[in-house]
């Protein structure tokens, strides 16, 4: 096995444990991208083009927009639902106050 | 040699299940299922390595010459693509159920209740 | 069941699998000393028999044709769970951006943004075009085509915005992009049982190995994949940017 081998799948045995411990999933998103382009270079070095390629844009752009979009959408809803309350709260007052 | 390759994607299976099973966020739990599901094209390619092999395009190499295993390859590279749409299927998933509990908290879901 | 107790549960359990996994690594062949016959057979007569000088996609398309149609309805079918999942409740309702003037502008959108995206959109879509169709004869093929053909799309949302990308892909236009991949694919194997007596055997002319129009229907068998693959990624991304920008709650 080559150094350059070598090198990669240790990157990737350590690089494993990064992206699971880092909780804040916003980070962990950039994490997998960064793990998945290391994941593409090694599937070059083991003679994979093809899989290399599918790799390298399911990973970097894919995965990522779907997850950060999830994201999104999930805090859109927090923000919603805060709101909602806030009204609530303050129309019920309003009537209490009447 | 052997004990890296393959050791490294029998560890990488076991980190993303322990990622899986303590993590505290849905849609961090999804990531750590990608991670298990790299750990199984890192063992598919290392099985179908050769030493000193070409890859399997014999537009430039004269067919016959030495080249590395295409079935797997072939195996694994549709399922990259494939398991990216699975991927965002369980997204969907927490997404609604985000909506239905408020939270992304997997201790903090309660069974349905009919 | 608490957090700790499941923890240690899976750290007795994972142990274990460790082990099994370390029993059942150890009786694999030496790293580099691969020696399956079936593949070494296949990548000494791919170009004689099939005329394809890809042997990956030729085994994707050709000799292993029937797993390639069951993962392409794995997709498929997932494609469709997620549009149910996310379909409008009756507690929701989309609220679309009339104008141009009141879209959604995310922060850092700038006029470099936009010219950047907008002068990569084209030779991307050729790109995906072009690992589309010599999937045969280079490392490429439906899978990578499409995903690169849907970025293409993905561009045009981050330089034009919202209302641009849906102007672009109404939804009826996406769903039969992709459901016309899969059937096409599935007729390509109907066209083999027909033609040459077998599901998915190669029926068209073989040609001359290293031309464009070479390999029989792999390439066709290539460009439908591409159109499922780039119709499949369009409709998540477009659902997914639906749920964030404009469904709000009633």
């Given at each position: 096995?080559?150094?350059?081998?070598?090198?990669?799948?240790?990157?990737?045995?350590?690089?494993?444990?990064?992206?699971?411990?880092?909780?804040?999933?916003?980070?962990?998103?950039?994490?997998?991208?960064?793990?998945?382009?290391?994941?593409?270079?090694?599937?070059?070095?083991?003679?994979?083009?093809?899989?290399?390629?599918?790799?390298?844009?399911?990973?970097?752009?894919?995965?990522?927009?779907?997850?950060?979009?999830?994201?999104?959408?999930?805090r859109t809803h927090e923000h919603e639902s805060h709101d909602d309350e806030q009204e609530q709260r303050a129309s019920s007052r309003g009537d209490r106050g009447r | 040699?052997?004990?890296?390759?393959?050791?490294?994607?029998?560890?990488?299976?076991?980190?993303?299940?322990?990622?899986?099973?303590?993590?505290?966020?849905?849609?961090?739990?999804?990531?750590?299922?990608?991670?298990?599901?790299?750990?199984?094209?890192?063992?598919?390619?290392?099985?179908?390595?050769?030493?000193?092999?070409?890859?399997?395009?014999?537009?430039?190499?004269?067919?016959?010459?030495?080249?590395?295993?295409?079935?797997?390859?072939?195996?694994?590279?549709?399922?990259?693509?494939?398991?990216?749409?699975?991927?965002?299927?369980?997204?969907?998933?927490?997404?609604?159920?985000h909506k239905r509990f408020g939270t992304?908290?997997?201790?903090e879901?309660t069974?349905?209740r009919? | 069941?608490?957090?700790?107790?499941?923890?240690?549960?899976?750290?007795?359990?994972?142990?274990?699998?460790?082990?099994?996994?370390?029993?059942?690594?150890?009786?694999?062949?030496?790293?580099?000393?691969?020696?399956?016959?079936?593949?070494?057979?296949?990548?000494?007569?791919?170009?004689?028999?099939?005329?394809?000088?890809?042997?990956?996609?030729?085994?994707?398309?050709?000799?292993?044709?029937?797993?390639?149609?069951?993962?392409?309805?794995?997709?498929?079918?997932?494609?469709?769970?997620?549009?149910?999942?996310?379909?409008?409740q009756r507690s929701e309702r989309?609220r679309?951006?009339?104008?141009?003037?009141?879209?959604?502008?995310?922060?850092?959108?700038?006029?470099?943004?936009?010219?950047?995206?907008?002068?990569?959109?084209?030779?991307?879509?050729?790109?995906?075009?072009?690992?589309?169709?010599?999937?045969?004869?280079?490392?490429?093929?439906?899978?990578?085509?499409?995903?690169?053909?849907?970025?293409?799309?993905?561009?045009?949302?981050?330089?034009?915005?919202?209302?641009?990308?849906?102007?672009?892909?109404?939804?009826?236009?996406?769903?039969?992009?992709?459901?016309?991949?899969?059937?096409?694919?599935?007729?390509?194997?109907?066209?083999?049982?027909?033609?040459?007596?077998?599901?998915?055997?190669?029926?068209?002319?073989?040609?001359?190995?290293?031309?464009?129009?070479?390999?029989?229907?792999?390439?066709?068998?290539?460009?439908?994949?591409?159109?499922?693959?780039?119709?499949?990624?369009?409709?998540?991304?477009?659902?997914?940017?639906?749920?964030?920008?404009?469904?709000r709650h009633r």
């Amino acid at each position: 096995m080559s150094e350059l081998q070598a090198g990669l799948f240790v990157l990737l045995a350590l690089g494993g444990p990064a992206v699971v411990l880092m909780r804040d999933p916003l980070r962990q998103t950039l994490m997998v991208g960064v793990y998945g382009l290391a994941l593409a270079l090694l599937f070059f070095v083991l003679q994979a083009p093809d899989v290399a390629l599918s790799q390298i844009v399911v990973c970097t752009v894919a995965v990522p927009v779907m997850i950060l979009l999830a994201l999104a959408k999930v805090r859109t809803h927090e923000h919603e639902s805060h709101d909602d309350e806030q009204e609530q709260r303050a129309s019920s007052r309003g009537d209490r106050g009447r | 040699m052997s004990v890296l390759a393959y050791g490294t994607a029998g560890w990488l299976f076991l980190v993303g299940l322990y990622g899986i099973v303590s993590s505290r966020n849905l849609i961090g739990m999804v990531i750590c299922l990608s991670i298990v599901q790299s750990s199984t094209y890192v063992l598919l390619l290392s099985i179908g390595y050769r030493r000193g092999a070409a890859a399997p395009i014999f537009a430039d190499i004269p067919p016959g010459s030495r080249a590395v295993d295409p079935i797997v390859q072939a195996l694994t590279l549709t399922d990259v693509v494939v398991e990216a749409t699975v991927v965002a299927l369980l997204l969907a998933l927490a997404v609604q159920a985000h909506k239905r509990f408020g939270t992304l908290d997997p201790n903090e879901l309660t069974p349905l209740r009919g | 069941m608490s957090e700790r107790i499941r923890i240690r549960l899976f750290l007795a359990g994972g142990a274990g699998l460790a082990a099994l996994l370390a029993w059942g690594l150890a009786g694999l062949p030496a790293f580099g000393e691969f020696n399956g016959a079936c593949a070494l057979l296949i990548n000494h007569v791919v170009v004689a028999q099939r005329h394809a000088t890809d042997a990956v996609t030729a085994v994707n398309f050709d000799y292993r044709a029937l797993d390639t149609l069951g993962e392409e309805f794995i997709l498929f079918t997932s494609v469709v769970g997620l549009a149910v999942l996310l379909r409008e409740q009756r507690s929701e309702r989309e609220r679309p951006p009339a104008r141009a003037s009141e879209e959604h502008r995310f922060q850092g959108s700038s006029y470099a943004l936009r010219a950047l995206t907008l002068m990569l959109v084209g030779p991307l879509v050729v790109l995906a075009l072009y690992v589309d169709s010599h999937g045969a004869l280079t490392p490429g093929g439906g899978f990578q085509g499409g995903v690169l053909g849907a970025a293409g799309l993905l561009l045009v949302f981050l330089g034009g915005g919202y209302l641009t990308m849906r102007r672009l892909s109404p939804h009826a236009l996406v769903e039969l992009a992709e459901a016309s991949g899969a059937a096409g694919y599935g007729l390509i194997g109907f066209g083999g049982l027909v033609f040459a007596g077998v599901f998915f055997k190669n029926f068209l002319g073989l040609g001359t190995p290293g031309e464009l129009i070479s390999a029989g229907t792999i390439p066709l068998s290539s460009m439908a994949v591409g159109l499922e693959v780039t119709g499949a990624f369009v409709l998540l991304w477009s659902e997914f940017l639906d749920q964030a920008l404009i469904v709000r709650h009633r």
